[in-house]
């Protein structure tokens, strides 16, 4: 079965530091990856999505992420935090059943920045 | 300004009462998704539509209820067979429901038991 794991429930870090949110996933074929940011009380915002071709992809608000197949990861990173990054970060798997699209999201990780 | 919409951002719910939450978008979206959101356990697919008048069950269905009349419309009724509804619930939407899309999320409504 399709699973995602993102084995940190909390993140710290200080603004200006550089950050790395990890994701683990379970899929038999190729997968369909996705990273999403919450912030609090809010719905999900798509920050990037990997498919297929280059390993690096970029995102919105400065992201980018890189799938390792053969680590089964897709690590979400950015160069400098800013504190307006604070937010929850949900990495999601793409499978398919029956033919029709079916996300299966982690449990998130949440971001503190210290100013 | 397109978007998705949901109704409303707080309900309370009495014991042995169904409630709905709305759910609507104006991105002529065809696919629809409704998500339970629990503290550290993510999201849950309870129901989906690609379709108007065709819906799926998720991975956590069991006590809960959709429909999908309109294209714009999916409403998600949480009936009193859900013993523990108390939660964030979120509704997505999708341009075909293809794996490729990017679904796009409403503000979520918060349900709590009296």
């Known amino acids: 079965a399709q699973s995602v794991t993102q084995p940190d429930i909390h993140i710290t870090v200080s603004e200006g530091a550089s950050l790395e949110l990890r994701c683990n996933y379970s899929?038999?074929?190729?997968?369909?990856l996705f990273w999403y940011v919450q912030s609090p009380g809010q719905g999900l915002q798509l920050l990037l999505k990997?498919?297929?071709?280059?390993?690096l992809v970029q995102g919105i608000k400065g992201f980018e992420a890189e799938f390792k197949r053969s680590q089964s990861s897709f690590n979400l990173r950015k160069p400098s935090v800013h504190w307006s990054d604070a937010a929850e970060y949900f990495c999601?798997?793409?499978?398919?059943?029956?033919?029709?699209?079916?996300?299966?999201f982690g449990r998130g990780t949440s971001l503190i920045v210290h100013p | 300004d397109g978007g998705i919409t949901q109704s409303p951002k707080y309900l309370f719910r009495k014991e042995g009462q169904n409630v709905t939450l709305s759910c609507e978008q104006n991105?002529?979206?065809?696919?629809m998704y409704w998500y339970r959101q629990d503290p550290g356990q993510g999201l849950r697919l309870i129901y989906y539509?690609?379709?108007?008048?065709?819906?799926q069950k998720g991975d956590i269905a069991e006590g809960y209820s959709v429909s999908r009349e309109k294209k714009e419309s999916f409403p998600l009724t949480v009936t009193s067979a859900q013993k523990n509804p108390t939660a964030f619930y979120l509704c997505?939407?999708?341009?075909?429901?293809?794996?490729?899309?990017?679904?796009?999320f409403g503000p979520g409504t918060r349900l709590l038991v009296l």
């Open positions: 997505a939407s999708s341009p075909t429901g293809s794996v490729i899309e990017t679904q796009y």
């Open positions: 899929y038999g074929a190729t997968p369909y």
């Open positions: 990997y498919f297929s071709g280059d390993t």
């Open positions: 999601a798997v793409g499978r398919i059943s029956g033919g029709s699209y079916i996300p299966t």
């Open positions: 991105l002529n979206h065809d696919a």
């Open positions: 539509s690609q379709i108007v008048n065709d819906f």
